[in-house]
């Protein structure tokens, strides 16, 4: 007992983000983000969006697209003014159909057909007469040359639909459009879902200037005073998952290594959902192979066997015996009859890595705020969106205290906010932005 308690107590030690180690990585990160936005070598990309913040005020019904996987949404938004918006109508379909009868990812499609498909459900929530501004939130890597012109670079997320990569997502989706007859749809904004987050925020909290995704994956934008390039206000998107500016322990590298593209996304790897149960299975088997845990299941060296779902239920359980805690451990890895001291240990290691993981998070956001009003001068809204903040227990909690803890009283001028739906309703706010610019007087 006192050997695990032990083998707890060093975990608990290299798991830590002390003050001094926040300050250091919000320094770090502001340093990247000067580099990378003078185009300097850097892990942050700073990629620009070419949109900035709205005024609140656009109104209208909006079309807003959300691809992001081999699920695509189709929404009618309806912007009222004053930070006001509805979903009006809303579809949301496969790409791959479970009875085979289509499958739009596959090599055997073309983006063509898959543009038409998406053109198709567009056509079913629009109706004759008037014109409707377009927002495109694609979650893939582009080069972004234009607030309307995204080039895949490639894709990701099993999908291999030929003769797009390359190609400008934003022109094959109005060229589509088009062949329907649907000249009245016009694309205005492709984004990412991150700035969709800052855009939902900012459509009704003037204040916000940061939008972060804490889910599966993890990004920050910022909004940008001076853009080098265009030398106005403009949402950057970091990339932000990317960072290398963060010291890895061992179970850190051992997952990195052991991961698709080793070196890449250090910072995600870090505080992702996509990675939390992860690390968390790591460092169980690490207490188990030394003798701390018992355990004969082989099924512990599975990869990616822990959900961070199971995190969060972890964490939820206040039970004297910790019986949900002993139900993960006998789902994911065939763990059964441990003591409540063990149990308590896994509990303990799924808080460390979650606690870890937002207190690195607010650190960046730390760096950003610093470069972006180094005084404090004015008000603060962070746009969150994504399960980790919304549902795991004690995170959003750990992202206010940290803060209050790197700035003291400043703090009070900072709050972090749930922005749902970023990908969604956030384009269709930038379509209305730079519609409002473009096309104010035709309609």
């Known amino acids: 007992m006192e050997r695990l308690y032990t083998a707890v107590a060093r975990l608990e030690k290299e798991l830590a983000v002390s003050a001094i180690l926040l300050q250091d990585i919000a320094s770090r990160f502001q340093e990247a983000m000067s580099e990378g936005l003078a185009g300097r070598s850097s892990s942050l990309k700073m990629l620009p969006s070419f949109i900035g913040s709205p005024t609140g005020q656009e109104q209208g019904q909006v079309i807003a697209v959300d691809f992001g996987g081999t699920n695509v949404r189709v929404l009618l938004v309806e912007l ?30 073309s983006g063509p057909e898959l543009f038409d498909f998406i053109a198709g459900k567009i ?66 904004a492709v984004i990412n879902d991150t700035t969709g987050t800052l855009l939902t925020g900012a459509y009704s909290d003037p204040a916000t200037t940061i939008g972060a ?9 910022y909004l940008e005073s001076c853009q080098p390039v ?69 099924r512990l060296s599975v990869p990616y ?5 199971d995190i969060s239920a972890i964490l939820g359980d206040t039970s004297p015996e910790l019986e949900v805690v002993a139900a993960v451990a006998a789902a994911r890895w065939g763990i059964t009859g441990l003591k409540v001291s063990e149990y308590k240990a896994i509990q303990t290691i799924a808080r460390l890595v979650a606690m870890r993981s937002a207190r690195l998070v607010t650190a960046t956001w730390a760096g950003v705020l610093s470069k972006i009003d180094p005084g404090f001068v004015r008000q603060h809204t962070i746009a969150v969106d994504g399960a980790l903040y919304e549902k795991m227990p004690g995170y959003a909690e750990q992202l206010a205290n940290t803060m209050v803890e790197m700035f003291g009283d400043k703090a009070k001028k900072i709050t972090i906010r749930l922005s749902k739906d970023g990908s969604g309703i956030g384009a269709a706010i930038a379509a209305a932005t730079v519609y409002k610019g473009k096309y104010c007087n035709e309609r």
Request: proline share 3%; aromatic share 6%; hydrophobic share 35%.
């Open 80 to 109: 009222a003014g004053t930070g006001r918006s509805r979903i009006a109508a809303r579809r949301t379909f496969p790409l791959k159909d479970k009875l085979g009868y289509y499958d739009y990812t596959a090599v055997s499609a």
């Open 123 to 188: 056509s079913e929530i629009v109706s004759d007469g008037g014109i409707y501004p377009l927002g495109y939130t694609f979650s893939f890597p582009c080069r972004q040359q234009g607030v309307d012109k995204a080039v895949l670079i490639n894709w990701t997320k099993e999908i291999k639909t030929v003769g797009v990569e390359g190609r400008d997502v934003g022109q094959m989706l109005q060229a589509a459009l088009e062949n329907r007859g649907l000249e009245r749809v016009r694309l205005q």
């Open 213 to 221: 995704i804490c889910g599966t994956g993890h990004n920050t934008c």
């Open 230 to 298: 265009t030398k106005r206000p403009m949402i950057v998107n970091m990339e932000s998952g990317n960072f290398d500016g963060v010291q890895q322990t061992k179970y850190d590298i051992l997952l990195d290594q052991a991961s698709e593209k080793p070196g890449a996304q250090r910072l995600e790897k870090m505080v992702s959902g996509q990675y939390l149960g992860e690390l968390v299975r790591l460092i169980v088997g690490s207490l188990a192979a030394d003798g701390h845990i018992s355990s004969g299941s082989e």
């Open 305 to 309: 066997s822990l959900p961070t779902e």
